[in-house]
Every structure is written in structure tokens, then in C-alpha cells.
């Protein structure tokens, strides 16, 4: 097996994949990573297309990143701060990578978001779209219709359509219920609803789903790629044909939701009480 790794551009991130590089035979280090190394490298893009399986040392954002490019299986490993999508934290590195290279692990298939603007394909989205209105402090009106289906008027400062992946992401900030990964369904949340008249909606994977507004919005896939959207313009979100591929070996989702969004849980441990 041909094995990948992109890191975040910091030490600590440097340090972790390291000893992952160390432990593989067959690996294609990503260039700054490598150069740290004093080793070849290669791009993400060449990595995305040529790796089995692609180890991903940094934070929630690099994971993003890396699935922009590929559609194959991602161990992400943390050094980022809340890590959300990690699978291993970097301490717990190296006995991860010797599971892997044991065949102890499992593969979780996320849907992805197909994003159309004018017809035009855009980048799929692993986490979410999110439609912002471009003058700040001004109310966006949006129509959102459910398979050409009028289902609201929506009045606020934007919109997110979320993948159950990126449930405890951005939709999570603005009120959006967190929903299993296993599920295959869409969130769509407002962004600051006039007078809290709208709600977030749980829609099943199969519905095809088209905005319009009344004023120039920014439209952000995964929060990386931005585009320009104007009154004249149709965007158009549906289930892509491709999916966002994770490694699993120990973990769960809901041992994670503890993990990691259970603040207080967590400051009731650290007071000892």
C-alpha cells in the first residue's frame, strides 16, 4: 500500500508525521513537510491521485484541505486544538499506524455536497456550504426550494448546508442539531434568522436543494473556497456521486461528542468534582 502524508505547516505537526514517515516503506511525503525532512516531496494534488490511503497531521482545516483533492481513505491525526474529525491524537501516532499496517481498521464512507452555480459545477463539499450576505450588518432574503418546491423564505444574515459531517461544524454555531455521520441527510440552518421565524431542517440526502437571494452574497465551500453570487444567480445542492473516506480503527462518534464538546463534563473533571 502507497501511503500519503500532509501536515500542517508547523513543528509540532512536523515532529508527529515524522515518526509516521519513518514507520512506512512505501510513502509520498507532501513538499514542505518533505523539504523539513530534507526529503523529495510531492504536491497535494499528485498525493490525492497517486496514494492508497493519506495520513493527515494538523487540524479539522488540513483534513478539509486534503479532501478537497482526493477521494481516498484519511487517517487524521491531531495537533490542531479541538480536532473534531481526528481519529488519533498525535501522541497516540504511532500505535495507530501499526494497526493500520496490521489490516485493523475500517473504512467510513460521508456524503459529500455536489454545489452548481449557474449549472456551473464547484468544488463538492465535505463540511458545508455557507451563503453570506456580502454587506455586513444588511438582511439577506433567500428562497429555498426543496425539488423546485418553494419551502421558505428565509430572512437573516446567510444560510449553511451542512453534510452530518459538518453538523458539529459552522451549522453547530448557529444553532443546528448535531447529526451521526452513519446518516444520510442534509442540515440546512439560517445564519441569524430575523426574529428567530426560521429553523434549522433535517432533509433526507435525496432532495435537490436551490437558493436565491435578493443581494450580493459570498458563497464558501468548506470555508476555502470562495465565490461571488449575485441576485441573478441559482445555486443548486445536492448529494454528490463521491464520498469523504475516513480511516477508523478505535474510535466512535459519540465517544467523540464527549470528547470534545462536552465542556462542562470536561471543567467538572478538572475541578475534580
Known amino acids: 500500500m502507497r501511503f500519503g502524508i500532509i501536515c500542517k505547516p508547523s513543528e509540532e505537526s512536523y515532529r508527529v508525521a515524522e515518526k509516521v514517515y519513518r514507520m512506512l516503506d512505501d510513502v509520498m511525503p507532501e513538499k514542505k513537510f518533505a523539504e523539513w525532512m530534507n526529503e523529495e516531496g510531492y504536491e497535494i494534488e499528485e498525493i490525492g491521485s497517486k496514494a ?14 486534503t479532501l478537497h483533492y482526493t477521494d481516498k481513505p484519511v487517517l487524521p491525526i491531531n495537533t490542531g486544538r479541538v480536532g473534531f474529525l481526528a481519529e488519533l491524537e498525535g501522541w497516540e501516532a504511532e500505535d495507530g499506524i501499526k494497526r493500520i499496517l496490521d489490516g485493523d481498521y475500517e473504512i467510513e464512507k460521508r456524503i459529500k455536497l455536489k454545489v452548481l452555480l449557474n449549472g456551473e459545477r464547484l468544488p463538492d463539499a465535505s463540511n458545508e456550504v455557507a451563503m453570506h450576505i456580502l454587506n455586513i450588518g444588511k438582511l439577506l432574503m433567500m428562497k429555498l426550494y426543496v425539488n423546485d418546491s418553494l419551502t421558505e423564505n428565509i430572512y437573516g444574515d446567510g444560510l449553511i448546508v451542512a453534510t452530518p459531517t459538518g453538523s458539529t461544524s459552522y451549522a453547530l454555531s448557529v444553532g443546528g442539531p448535531i447529526v451521526d455521520p452513519s446518516l444520510n441527510v442534509f442540515v440546512v440552518a439560517p ?34 473556497a470562495i465565490y461571488d453570487m449575485s441576485p441573478e444567480d441559482t ?36 475541578d475534580g468534582d
Not at 421565524?197 to 436565491?212: A, R, T
Not at 478505535?250 to 463534563?265: G, H, M, T, V
Open 52 to 65: 492508497d490511503m493519506i495520513v493527515v497531521v494538523g487540524g479539522d482545516g488540513t483534513v478539509l484541505l
Open 191 to 224: 445564519m441569524a434568522p430575523f426574529r428567530h421565524i426560521s429553523s434549522p431542517i433535517v432533509m433526507p440526502s435525496d432532495k435537490m436543494l436551490k437558493v436565491e437571494v435578493n443581494k450580493d452574497t459570498k458563497v464558501a465551500i468548506d470555508g476555502m
Open 235 to 270: 445555486i443548486e445542492i445536492g448529494i454528490s456521486e463521491k464520498t469523504a473516506n475516513f480511516v477508523k480503527i478505535k474510535d466512535n462518534f459519540y465517544a467523540r461528542l464527549y470528547r470534545k464538546l462536552s465542556f462542562r463534563s470536561q471543567a467538572l473533571e478538572e
